[in-house]
């Protein structure tokens, strides 16, 4: 069974960066697509970037200029770098599979920006 561990969250003033990542593990990783998700009080879940294993890209355009998602198949990790964060950006951010059905939720990691 897959298991997804997110890390790297916390709390930052506006125009701040942060680096998240999620180590899965599990042999599936290599061959999925994986994306990093935000769940926002009050708000849906979101599906905010996402990196096939090929390397191609998705942005959801809230974030599109401001982050940049990669992935290391050999570590079986995927990263996301958060810079010029806003107030808006505040959730708890997950990684799961980027397309299809998605696999059991880890914790997350909150990420608060202040302004």
């Known amino acids: 069974q897959v298991q997804l561990v997110e890390s790297g969250g916390g709390l930052v003033q506006a125009g701040g960066s942060l680096r998240l990542s999620c180590a899965a593990s599990g042999s599936i990783f290599s061959t999925s697509g994986m994306g ?7 708000k849906q879940r979101e599906l905010v ?7 191609t890209t998705n942005y959801a355009d809230s974030v599109k200029g401001r982050v940049i998602i990669s992935r290391d198949n050999t570590k079986n990790t995927v990263l996301l770098q958060m810079n010029s964060l806003k107030p808006e950006d505040t959730a708890v951010y997950y990684c799961n ?12 990691t909150q990420v608060t920006v202040s302004s």
């Open 36 to 42: 990093w998700y935000r769940h926002a009080p009050g």
């Open 49 to 55: 970037a996402r990196i096939r294993s090929g390397g």
């Open 97 to 108: 599979r980027g397309w299809g059905i998605t696999l059991p939720w880890g914790q997350g």
